[in-house]
């Protein structure tokens, strides 16, 4: 780490009343003084000792030639209580750019430079503030847009995956070294049934960590969105549907078939957790070039999709099923664990007795709230089961899958010697290491610190 004193924007850019820039270095209790008192130059009674850590000055900020650039507030962290571990300075201005323009300017003629991004985290993590796991929290709470994201990050960022990790480290050290006595130690001198107590671990382990790496699509969900997709046949109706559930125009609505010839997606809000609802182009024989992609594409999202709302209308496709003279379906398909069946268009027919699918009509409305709390119920069947589970993102899967090989590598191979059992756990132990950092390479560092903005 350089010993450069660092600046950037915490704050978005943009007018706002507001906008706090952070600097991180050493020794910066004389400059926050003279940010905090320059007319005085430090000689006065109230500054005798300086600026005071943790406390909110409000002042005027002067440039170098003691012109007022604005009033704001300042504060100041001594170090080591401070988000890098370093001395750092916080000053509140109002948020305009031309103001935050020429905050930089001043800092960049007191020797001091732009952050890179991710680099006042790294500070953090460099003084012991933070291991990556917090770092990836902190990613994920820079991401977040609904509360149950902010809720999963947070308890990520507070340390809640970190002590998780850290137990799960401490116990594959702590097999390993036994499995080495073993080998260098008389019976004796050891444990009573180390040697099955040791197995008895290292199943517990791999069965933990199996068991996370199966709530990843969870984590997944929580972090990135709960992906649906509506599917169906051509002119059925999904446009119309996935304007009525986002609750705006966002599809174009044609009686002629083939309008939707790419994926239109929006975000939706469900009980705090974030949806990304997809309208995609209908399936059908065709010889439009551009329709066939957009029916590529239809079939990477329904491959990608937590759920399928599959919609037909009263006339049923041709692919399954037989309609009545009315219209009505006389046998729809049965209904898949990730799949809810909607029959739209409703009000054009009279008989609704299909009891595994969901009738709906969006001129009527008759329907649309029954099939948001069926969605709402395979959302929370989804995310409920693993809400505990920890933040796991490309990075971290990687390293945990390893970790579980190594483990299951361990247990499988086990013929009696110690020396390869132990050589697997060590393996697995080094793997957690670099997901918290105590192992650290620097791609891996490097690959976690660009996820950040700056000023973090």
Same mark, same amino acid.
């Given at each position: 780490?350089?010993?450069?004193?660092?600046?950037?924007?915490?704050?978005?850019?943009? /007018?706002?009343?507001?906008?706090?820039?952070?600097?991180?270095?050493?020794?910066?209790?004389?400059?926050? %003084?003279?940010?905090?008192?320059?007319?005085?130059?430090?000689?006065?009674?109230?500054?005798?000792?300086?600026?005071?850590?943790? +406390?909110?000055?409000?002042?005027?900020?002067?440039?170098?030639?003691? !012109?007022?650039?604005?009033?704001?507030? %300042?504060?100041?962290?001594?170090?080591?209580?401070?988000? =890098?571990?370093? !001395?750092? *300075?916080?000053?509140? %201005?109002?948020?305009?750019?031309?103001?935050?323009? /020429?905050?930089?300017?001043?800092?960049?003629?007191?020797?001091?430079?732009?952050?890179?991004?991710?680099?006042?985290?790294?500070?953090?993590?460099?003084?012991?503030?933070? $291991?990556?796991?917090?770092?990836?929290?902190?990613?994920?709470?820079?991401?977040?847009?609904?509360?149950?994201?902010?809720?999963?990050?947070?308890k990520s960022m507070l340390g809640g995956d970190s002590e998780t990790y850290t137990a799960w480290r401490s116990k594959m050290i702590e097999i390993s070294a036994y499995a080495a006595a073993i080998l260098d130690y008389d019976a004796d001198d050891l444990p009573l049934n180390i040697d099955k107590q040791i197995l008895t671990k290292t199943r517990e382990l791999y069965n933990e960590i199996k068991n996370t790496l199966s709530h990843y699509n969870i984590s997944r969900a929580i972090t990135h969105g709960f992906n649906i997709a509506l599917?169906?046949?051509?002119?059925?109706?999904?446009?119309?549907?996935?304007?009525?559930?986002?609750?705006?125009?966002?599809?174009? #609505?044609?009686?002629?078939?083939?309008?939707?010839?790419? #994926?239109?997606?929006?975000?939706?809000?469900?009980?705090?957790?974030?949806?990304?609802?997809?309208?995609?182009?209908? *399936?059908?024989? %065709?010889?439009?070039?551009?329709? /066939?992609?957009?029916?590529?594409? =239809?079939?990477?999202?329904?491959?990608?999709?937590?759920?399928?709302? +599959?919609?037909?209308?009263?006339?049923?496709?041709? +692919?399954?099923?037989?309609?009545?003279?009315?219209?009505?379906?006389?046998?729809?398909?049965?209904?898949?664990?990730?799949?809810?069946?909607?029959?739209?268009?409703?009000?054009?027919?009279?008989? +609704?007795?299909?009891?595994?699918?969901?009738?709906?009509?969006?001129?009527?409305?008759?329907?649309? $709230?029954?099939?948001?709390?069926?969605?709402?119920?395979?959302?929370?069947?989804?995310?409920?089961?693993?809400?505990?589970?920890?933040?796991?993102?490309?990075?971290?899967?990687?390293?945990?899958?390893?970790?579980?090989?190594?483990? /299951?590598?361990?247990?499988?191979?086990?013929?009696?010697?110690?020396?390869?059992?132990?050589?697997? #756990?060590?393996?697995?132990?080094?793997?957690?290491?670099?997901?918290?950092?105590? *192992?650290?390479?620097? $791609?891996?560092?490097?690959?976690?610190?660009?996820?950040?903005?700056?000023?973090?």
């Open positions: 780490m350089n010993n450069d004193t660092i600046f950037a924007l915490s704050s978005g850019f943009g /007018k706002s009343g507001v906008a706090v820039i952070r600097i991180s270095g050493d020794n910066l209790h004389d400059f926050a %003084t003279k940010l905090i008192f320059p007319h005085l130059g430090g000689t006065d009674h109230a500054v005798a000792g300086g600026v005071k850590p943790r +406390h909110a000055y409000f002042c005027n900020l002067r440039d170098e030639n003691g !012109d007022l650039i604005d009033q704001c507030i %300042t504060i100041y962290f001594a170090a080591p209580q401070s988000f =890098t571990g370093q !001395d750092v *300075i916080e000053i509140h %201005t109002h948020g305009a750019t031309a103001v935050i323009n /020429k905050v930089f300017s001043f800092l960049s003629y007191n020797n001091m430079r732009m952050a890179n991004p991710g680099e006042f985290s790294r500070r953090a993590f460099m003084n012991n503030k933070m $291991d990556l796991t917090d770092v990836d929290g902190l990613a994920a709470l820079l991401d977040a847009q609904t509360d149950k994201q902010r809720q999963f990050a947070l599917v169906g046949e051509t002119n059925v109706g999904k446009s119309s549907l996935f304007n009525k559930l986002i609750g705006s125009n966002r599809a174009i #609505v044609s009686n002629t078939p083939g309008t939707t010839r790419d #994926v239109i997606s929006a975000q939706m809000d469900i009980d705090g957790f974030l949806v990304n609802l997809s309208d995609t182009a209908g *399936i059908r024989e %065709t010889g439009d070039e551009i329709e /066939k992609m957009g029916i590529d594409k =239809t079939k990477q999202e329904q491959d990608s999709a937590d759920l399928i709302l +599959h919609v037909y209308a009263n006339e049923f496709p041709s +692919h399954g099923g037989v309609a009545q003279s009315d219209g009505v379906v006389n046998s729809a398909p049965m209904r898949k664990d990730n799949e809810i069946i909607v029959i739209n268009k409703c009000d054009t027919f009279a008989t +609704h007795n299909n009891k595994n699918a969901i009738y709906t009509s969006t001129k009527t409305n008759q329907g649309i $709230d029954e099939l948001l709390n069926t969605i709402r119920k395979k959302l929370h069947e989804f995310i409920d089961t693993g809400k505990n589970t920890i933040v796991i993102n490309a990075r971290t899967h990687k390293l945990l899958t390893d970790t579980e090989q190594e483990l /299951k590598h361990a247990i499988d191979e086990y013929d009696g010697n110690y020396d390869i059992f132990a050589e697997h #756990v060590r393996a697995a132990a080094d793997n957690i290491g670099k997901i918290l950092g105590v *192992i650290s390479a620097n $791609d891996v560092m490097d690959a976690t610190f660009s996820q950040l903005c700056l000023g973090k």
